[in-house]
């Protein structure tokens, strides 16, 4: 059975760090591109980070570039979301999500059940 589960979100005030962590099971997390998404309420979801399984490249959306950082360990299956300088508006609702283009259809995306971050004063 295929588990992708978030961890890390909370309440925080503007300027603050937080790291998700997304630990997985169920399939061959080497294999996979993971990545970090995000959906604000009333809003679409966005990817925020992405990292290769080669390690390399690693992509960040404009907007969280400079301040988020994504790191995986593929021993552990795990890959986290380090974020500094929160800013009010990186308040969403967070996925980790599990991407590999060339597997069948059926196995080529998984998603986690989400974590909410708020950045409030």
């Known amino acids: 059975q295929v588990q992708l589960v978030e961890s890390g979100g909370g309440l925080v005030h503007p300027g603050a760090s937080l790291t998700l962590s997304c630990t997985t099971s169920?399939?061959?997390?080497?294999?996979?591109?993971m990545n970090w998404y995000r959906q604000a309420s009333g809003e679409e979801r966005e990817l925020v980070a992405s990292i290769s399984y080669f390690l390399e490249p690693k992509n960040y959306a404009d907007s969280v570039k400079g301040r988020f950082t994504i790191t995986r360990d593929d021993f552990k299956s795990t890959v986290w979301l380090q974020m500094n300088s929160l800013k009010p508006e990186d308040t969403a609702v967070y996925y980790c999500n599990a991407h590999a283009p060339r597997a069948p259809v059926s196995q080529q995306n998984y998603w986690g059940q989400g974590t909410q971050v708020t950045v409030s004063s």
């Open positions: 169920g399939f061959t997390f080497s294999n996979y591109n």
